[in-house]
């Protein structure tokens, strides 16, 4: 559900956690946002998973994001038993570099390549 003034933004989807048991979840998610100026917004998650098929322990979830001139997000996020913090770099529009500390110890980078299929510069 796309999120509006008032209404927050609701997630509902699967992913993984790091449990030592099934680590597939299942989980539901809001975030609502606010930007206070071109150069900086704020972002805040919460949320509760489940593990698949065991769905008697819930796991509550959260996160907090910044967005620094839009191209640095420093965050950090809680998956219900640990806590993982980040910052996000922007260099293009369709690409982002990130770097995070995974359970507050274990360093990890990922690149993400943003890429619309069927949508050309026409039509935006």
């Known amino acids: ?19 030592g048991k099934s680590d597939q979840s299942l989980y539901l998610h809001f975030t609502k946002s606010w930007e206070f100026s071109e150069d900086f917004a704020l972002r805040a998650t919460a949320g509760i998973a ?18 620094i001139y839009e191209k640095y997000s420093p965050f950090v996020s809680y998956d ?25 110890e274990e360093p990890a980078i990922s690149v993400g390549i943003k890429y619309s299929f069927g949508e050309t510069a026409e039509s935006e």
Do not use: Q, Y
């Not at 559900?1 to 449990?19: H, Q």
């Not at 489940?50 to 967005?67: N, Q």
């Not at 913090?85 to 690409?95: F, M, S, Y």
């Open 50 to 67: 489940s593990l698949i098929p065991e769905h008697d322990k819930l796991f509550g979830l959260g996160g907090l994001t910044t967005s």
């Open 80 to 104: 219900g038993i640990n806590f993982h913090e980040g910052i996000a770099w922007i260099p293009l529009d369709w690409i982002t570099v990130s770097a995070m500390l995974i359970e507050s």
């Open 1 to 19: 559900v796309t999120e509006g003034d008032i209404m927050p933004g609701i997630i509902l989807g699967t992913g993984s956690v790091r449990t």
